[in-house]
């Protein structure tokens, strides 16, 4: 199998990359400027020259928070840009996998969303990717919609690779505790991605919206299981003794050496119900 995933730098496409390697799948990952968002007209050539068998639209415009001063832009990306990518795809006969996220919700309900609930997004973004999956929907029948939340990976910036930098230097760290969500793995979504890839080719008729979720967790819980993982590889810097793994990490306390017990919380392959799988992929 072929794909084309827009983006090359963000974290789904670079894990699609890493993930499709291992199972044998060509991704050709497409990105400025031969692919720009902001530039409707390049789409479509971009994904022809690709010669994929279907499409996966990664890229997007995530900051949350500067969307609020450049809604244009944000609205252009997510939005149109999106709706480019799917009748880019209808016209070429391909499935589309469009990835939105839990930004479409209003946040309020006291448990986990569920792909059926009401969508009410409250800010700039949140709007924005909504009008995304509305002009996916609109340009093409042979559609998958993915919801994903709170994305973390070894690749680029994202909060549990800041909290595991900030734990390397401070001996405590503030982090909001009335904020929660479903930590997932890029790696993760990616591994979804294929599957979902593999479905729309077999079974087109199966296209739906699905959501990632890996269980309800707070900010400050992804913040502490990081900071009881660094302690775990040899504590804070300056720090000396033999590394003690948290308990709730899944790794067994053996006693080893710090440098020892780096390598093994690094390298250790979690159990789907672990509390944050892939933690153990990403380096300080």
Same mark, same amino acid.
């Given at each position: 199998?072929?794909? /084309? @995933? !827009?983006? !090359?730098?963000?974290?789904?496409?670079? +894990? *699609?990359?890493? &993930? =499709? &390697?291992?199972?044998? @799948?060509?991704?050709?990952?497409? =990105?400025?400027?031969?692919?720009?968002l902001m530039a409707p007209a390049t789409v479509a050539p971009a994904l022809r020259a690709a010669n994929a068998e279907v499409v996966v639209n990664a890229a997007a415009y995530t900051a949350v928070?500067?969307?609020?001063?450049?809604?244009?832009? @944000?609205?252009?990306?997510? /939005?149109?840009?999106?709706?480019?990518? /799917?009748?880019? /795809?209808? +016209? *070429?006969?391909l499935p589309l @996998?469009? #990835?939105? !996220?839990?930004?479409?919700?209003?946040?309020?309900?006291?448990? %986990?969303?569920?792909?059926?609930?009401?969508?009410g997004p409250r800010g700039a973004y949140g709007r924005s990717k909504l009008a995304g999956e509305a002009a996916v929907a609109a340009a093409t029948p042979d559609h998958a919609i993915l919801r994903t939340a709170w994305v973390y990976s070894p690749f680029g910036a994202n909060f549990v690779k800041s909290m595991l930098r900030l734990a390397a230097t401070r001996d405590t760290i503030g982090v909001v505790a009335d904020q929660h969500g479903s930590p997932t793995s890029a790696l993760d979504i990616a591994d979804a991605v294929l599957q979902v890839c593999t479905n729309l080719r077999a079974r087109p008729e199966d296209a739906t919206l699905r959501d990632f979720s890996h269980g309800r967790r707070g900010l400050h819980d992804v913040g502490a299981v990081c900071r009881s993982g660094l302690r775990g590889l040899g504590g804070a810097a300056g !720090?000396? =003794?033999?590394?003690?793994?948290? %308990?709730? #990490?899944?790794l %067994?306390?053996? =006693?080893?050496?710090?440098?020892? #017990?780096?390598?093994?919380?690094?390298?250790?392959?979690?159990?789907?119900?672990?509390?944050?799988?892939? #933690?153990?992929?990403?380096? &300080?």
């Amino acid at each position: 199998m072929r794909i /084309a @995933v !827009t983006g !090359t730098k963000g974290q789904v496409a670079q +894990a *699609l990359q890493e &993930r =499709g &390697r291992d199972r044998g @799948v060509e991704v050709v990952a497409l =990105g400025r400027p031969d692919l720009d968002l902001m530039a409707p007209a390049t789409v479509a050539p971009a994904l022809r020259a690709a010669n994929a068998e279907v499409v996966v639209n990664a890229a997007a415009y995530t900051a949350v928070d500067k969307a609020e001063s450049e809604p244009e832009v @944000v609205d252009a990306v997510n /939005a149109r840009g999106a709706g480019a990518v /799917a009748a880019a /795809a209808s +016209a *070429l006969g391909l499935p589309l @996998v469009h #990835l939105s !996220t839990d930004y479409v919700f209003a946040g309020d309900l006291d448990r %986990p969303y569920r792909e059926d609930d009401p969508t009410g997004p409250r800010g700039a973004y949140g709007r924005s990717k909504l009008a995304g999956e509305a002009a996916v929907a609109a340009a093409t029948p042979d559609h998958a919609i993915l919801r994903t939340a709170w994305v973390y990976s070894p690749f680029g910036a994202n909060f549990v690779k800041s909290m595991l930098r900030l734990a390397a230097t401070r001996d405590t760290i503030g982090v909001v505790a009335d904020q929660h969500g479903s930590p997932t793995s890029a790696l993760d979504i990616a591994d979804a991605v294929l599957q979902v890839c593999t479905n729309l080719r077999a079974r087109p008729e199966d296209a739906t919206l699905r959501d990632f979720s890996h269980g309800r967790r707070g900010l400050h819980d992804v913040g502490a299981v990081c900071r009881s993982g660094l302690r775990g590889l040899g504590g804070a810097a300056g !720090t000396r =003794g033999p590394g003690r793994a948290d %308990p709730d #990490l899944g790794l %067994p306390d053996g =006693g080893e050496a710090p440098g020892q #017990l780096a390598a093994r919380f690094r390298e250790a392959a979690f159990a789907p119900s672990s509390r944050f799988a892939g #933690l153990a992929r990403i380096n &300080r």
